[in-house]
């Protein structure tokens, strides 16, 4: 399930609202066991969310570092390219 959360710092653009919403309900999910909640459980899990999602925000805000900031589609490529050399170039 959390194989779609991504590394969001360190890029420019930073990562947007949809980016870390998005690896807070993966991250939610893998906890909960479940990729949809109850109708019992979907306050919770909605809150869940939110708060993961706004101390993720915190966390990107705060982070320090020297290193130059990565190129989304220069990192995209690269992760291509490793899957391709992993899981062999289609014919």
Do not use: W
Not at 41 to 47: Q, T
């Amino acid at each position: 399930m959390c194989r779609n959360i991504r590394t969001l710092h360190n890029f420019e653009p930073p990562a947007t609202h949809d980016e870390v919403h998005s690896a807070a309900l993966q991250y939610v999910r893998k906890v909960s066991g479940s990729t949809k909640p109850s109708q019992a459980n979907e306050e919770a899990f909605a809150r869940a969310v939110e708060a993961v999602a706004e101390v993720t925000r915190q966390l990107l805000d705060e982070l320090v570092t020297s290193a130059p900031p990565k190129d989304r589609e220069v990192e995209a490529a690269k992760a291509r390219e490793r899957a391709a050399e992993r899981y062999g170039r289609p014919a």
